[in-house]
């Protein structure tokens, strides 16, 4: 794909400053080096401020729960183009973030977890975010502080609250150590390792399950890229072995022309794949790796079972009210993303309930909206009335062939949310390795946006 059409696909051209979008392929993650007052963008070497302005005008104390996709990005961004007025507090326990995005490769050996791992350096030594390796307990939105679980408190003037998402349990029967087995690996981390495993202990003659929980859930390409890549594995390296795709959904929800292409087609993974929607879980019976749905029952020796998902506890389990969207999901102002529930607090990626998907690239693009819209608040300002957001997904089908899918959504004031623009979702005209490179471009410009 040329430059040109890359831009049109992806719809970078259009976006502007404020918004999300891959960066170009050519920017090789420098792309986002430059804050809007124009300061340095010195990518060695760089010292807290070279990347950011000095006082914008914007005051205030910031914290930010989850330093995931939709977390790192608006810490980063509030700070670059907050400048040295915003105070921010990144609240996020872990030493590292593994990304789910790729996190399929490493069930198959193309990668490995600590390929897939993103420290916070950049965004404490360029930005000045300050990191507390805790987690949040409680918000009190009355006092604005939120509770560690170390038994300190923060206080804040805004709360971004980006904490993605938890699993409802399955319904599960047969010993602990056959139940331990069955997991989603729809998190990265010990789940991704131990799935892992499993498949690479199966023989050609074995069934590997993966159902699927009805929408919304993240990363809606994402579980029939996984049936792909382990379908491509067991053809590869195993010589056979069959995947059985239990889907809740009444058809696939992404990319349907491609994925029905890799479903069906015996060069690529029809004579190993069966999918099967409308197969709403009802039981899994783990010591006889038998899997009961509204669609039938069926028998394997992996079971991957992807659990529905809601929002992540310190909202559902908050006494705020943040879960105000079927007591999952948290509902918010599309133009802020503050919570339609409490005053002050923003909550964005996979927790908040909006038009948009549940993805890591659209959650990057969330918090710069968000980032922006805080900044305008701080200031007295206005927000920005008509924000654009992007969705770009690249999806792996064999080892070195890949397709895709984009869509831009803009702010509809009669409706109040972000509707597609344009032919809504446009996916790739075919699957191929020239997708697949550009897919590795994505995925460094992604990550290098988000955590560089
Ligand atoms: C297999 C797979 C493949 C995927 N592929 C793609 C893809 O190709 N493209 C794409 O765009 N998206 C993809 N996704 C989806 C993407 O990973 C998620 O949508 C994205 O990570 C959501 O970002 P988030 O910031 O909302 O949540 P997360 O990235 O999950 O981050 C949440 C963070 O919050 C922290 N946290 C939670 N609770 C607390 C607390 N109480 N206190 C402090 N910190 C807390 C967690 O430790 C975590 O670091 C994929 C997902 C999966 C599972």
Known sequence: MDRRKFLAHFGVGALGMVLAGPLLAEDKGGGNAKSNSGASSSKTGATVGSLMPGNTGANGRIVVIGGGMAGATVAKYLRMWGGTGVDVTLVEPNAAYYSNIFSNMVLTGERTLGQLAFQYSSLTSK????????????????????????????PYDRLVIAPGVE???????????????????????PQTTSLQAQIAAMTSKDTFILTIPAKPYRCPPGPYERACVVADYLKRVKGGGKVIVLDANPGIQAEVNNFTK????????????????NASLISIDADRGKVSTTAGAFTGKVINAIPPHK?????????TGLANVAGRWAGVNMLTYESTAVPNVHVIGDAAATSQPKA????????KVCADAIIHLL?????????????????????????????????????ASMLPTGNGVTESAGISSDNYEQMLKWFSNLMSDTFS
């Open 262 to 277: 890799a479903f069906t087609d015996p060069k690529l993974h029809g004579n190993t794949i069966t999918y099967v929607p």
């Open 127 to 154: 930005y000045g975010v300050k990191w507390v390796a805790k987690s949040v307990t409680a918000i009190d939105p009355v006092s604005q502080r939120v509770m560690l679980s170390d038994g300190n408190s923060l």
């Open 379 to 415: 200031r007295g300002e206005a927000v920005n009335p008509a924000p654009i957001t992007n969705s770009a997904c690249f999806t792996p089908i064999t080892r070195g062939t890949a397709s895709w899918l984009s869509v831009v959504y803009r702010y509809d004031p009669a409706s």
């Open 167 to 189: 699993f409802d349990a399955l319904p599960m029967s047969g010993a602990a150590a056959a139940q331990a087995k069955v997991v989603h690996a729809w998190k990265a981390g």
């Open 311 to 319: 929002a992540g506890r310190v909202i559902t389990d908050s006494a």
């Open 360 to 367: 890591g690239h659209i959650a990057n693009a969330e918090a």
